[in-house]
Every structure is written in C-alpha cells, then in structure tokens.
C-alpha cells in the first residue's frame, strides 16, 4: 500500500531566506506539501522567480523582501505575512551565508555579521511567531544549522560560522524545553555539503570534489535532499520529536570515520 506523504493542507510557512539555494528547495517542497509560503530575502529577482513557481503549484504566497538581522523589520514581515494569510505554524529559519577567514583575520564586523544573521535572525524571527504557536498550542520551528556547528570546520577556517550554527544548536534545546507546554516543537537540521551557490562560490569546485572523498556516501546532497528532512520535522509525524538534531550528511558526522 502507498503512503502518501505527510500533508501540510491548511498550514502556513515561513522560510527565511528562501529566494534560491536549500531556503527555496525547502519552500517548494512545504508548497508542494500543502503549505502556504511566506517567502522571505533580500534578493529581489530570485525571490519573484521563486514566487512564481510556487504559486504555479496554486499555493499562496507573500513575499517579504527584507533582512531576518533587522529586528523592526523581521517584526513587520511577520505581522504583514499575518494579515496576508492568516497564521504562521512553520517557521524554518535557513537565511544565511558563509565566510572562510582564520580567526585572526575576522572582523568585529565579519563576526557581528555572521552572528546577526544566524543567530540574532533566528531569535528575533522566533519571537515573533510565538504568539500565534502559542494560542493554537502548535508549531514547528525548524533550525538551519551545518554539521560544523557540532565538528568545528576541519581544514576550513570559518570558526565564527561554526560558532553561529552551534549557537542554533544550543537554541534548538532551549526553546524546545521552553516551549514544550504550549506543543510548540523544535528541532535543527545539520546538513553536510550541499550543493548551492553559497559553498560553490566560497570554495570552488575542485575543493568541494575532494571533499566529497572524505563523505562515506561519497557525494554533497542535492538541496531537496536536505528539504525532505524539513518537511518531515515540520509535519505531524514529527509531533513527538522536540530538541533533536538530525543530519542529512551522508554519514559525515559518524564519530569514528
Ligand atoms: P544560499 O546562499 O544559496 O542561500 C542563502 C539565502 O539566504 C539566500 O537566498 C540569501 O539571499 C539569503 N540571505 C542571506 N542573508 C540574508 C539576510 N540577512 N536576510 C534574509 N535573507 C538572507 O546558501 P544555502 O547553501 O542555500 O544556505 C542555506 C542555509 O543552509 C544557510 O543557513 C547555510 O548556512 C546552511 N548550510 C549550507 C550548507 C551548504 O553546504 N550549502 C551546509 C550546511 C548548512
């Protein structure tokens, strides 16, 4: 017998940075199960493109063109995504970037940068879905955090983006114990390589090949690879599992390799 996979009929989603990258592969697959999409970035054109083919899958969308580490403006993006559709019972918190820099090459303003995005943008959008979760007593609060945030980055120097996505990994426990009374659940997503723009760009593809080596699946995931993971936690079937971290890797984290 065929199971279909789980629906998200009638629920809405807020994924932040999702104009392209992991962000719009994890918004299409919420579409694509059922959800609306609040549609947050600040890439204008990738976000109307990505608008366009979620809408295409007769989904609501609303599309905030805004930055998640502006605290006044993640506010209003909640509040107008409120009005425009009527809820928020998902919140994936994805919107990030990279930076590779020994950590005495890094900046107050590369480190307040990298903090403010992941980990301030993270709070503040939180916060902010709250009081919907609370009254409802449901939600689902997905963390985007990277396997560097449990490992460190190895042979990379990106120490103040290890400690952005541990920080994730800490808020994840917290928020899960915190907000377990009101059947708000919170869990992290801790991908390994994946094959976007973001470490492409960063780190080219001779280096990304050679990595590839070191993962005992032998491959980076594709994006909707790490969107299944998403879908799944953001689901009722996920309604028992609160503060865990699961990591769509290729078996990279396997303490022992
Ligand atoms: P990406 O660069 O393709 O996408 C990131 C998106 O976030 C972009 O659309 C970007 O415009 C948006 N964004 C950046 N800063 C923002 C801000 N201040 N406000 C709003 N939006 C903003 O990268 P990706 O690989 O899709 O990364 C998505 C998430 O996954 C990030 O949190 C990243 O750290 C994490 N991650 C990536 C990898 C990987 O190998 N690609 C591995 C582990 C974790």
Avoid at 15 to 21: E, H
Avoid at 62 to 82: C, Y
Avoid at 150 to 177: E, F, P, R, V
């Amino acid at each position: 017998m065929e199971r279909p996979a789980a629906s998200l009929a009638g629920t809405v989603a807020w994924v932040t940075g999702s104009a392209r990258g992991m962000g719009a592969a994890h918004a299409l697959l919420l579409a694509e199960r059922g959800a609306d999409i609040v549609l947050q970035d600040v890439l204008k054109d990738e976000a109307a493109e990505t608008a366009a083919a979620i809408a295409k899958l007769g989904r609501r969308v609303h599309v905030a063109l805004a930055d998640v580490s502006d605290v006044g403006a993640v506010k209003r993006v909640a509040a107008e995504a409120i009005a425009a559709l009527g809820r928020i019972d998902i919140l994936v918190n994805n919107a990030g970037i990279g930076q590779h820099k020994p950590v005495d090459e890094i900046t107050e303003a590369d480190y307040d940068r990298m903090m403010d995005i992941h980990v301030k943008g993270a709070f503040f959008c939180t916060q902010a879905v709250l009081p919907g979760m609370k009254e409802r007593r449901w939600g689902k609060i997905v963390n985007i955090s990277s396997i560097w945030g449990m490992t460190g980055a190895g042979i990379n120097t990106a120490s103040h983006y290890c400690g952005a996505k541990a920080a994730l990994l800490g808020l994840t426990k917290a928020w899960a114990k915190e907000l377990a009374p009101w059947n708000i659940h919170v869990n992290a997503v801790a991908p390994g390589g994946v094959l976007t723009e973001m470490p492409i760009k960063i780190q080219g593809w001779d280096k990304i090949r050679e990595k590839e080596k070191r993962v005992p699946l032998g491959r980076w995931a594709r994006p909707e690879e790490v969107s299944y993971a998403v879908a799944f936690l953001a689901s009722h079937e996920a309604d028992f599992i609160t503060g865990q971290v699961l990591s769509p890797s290729g078996g990279e984290t396997i303490v022992g390799i």
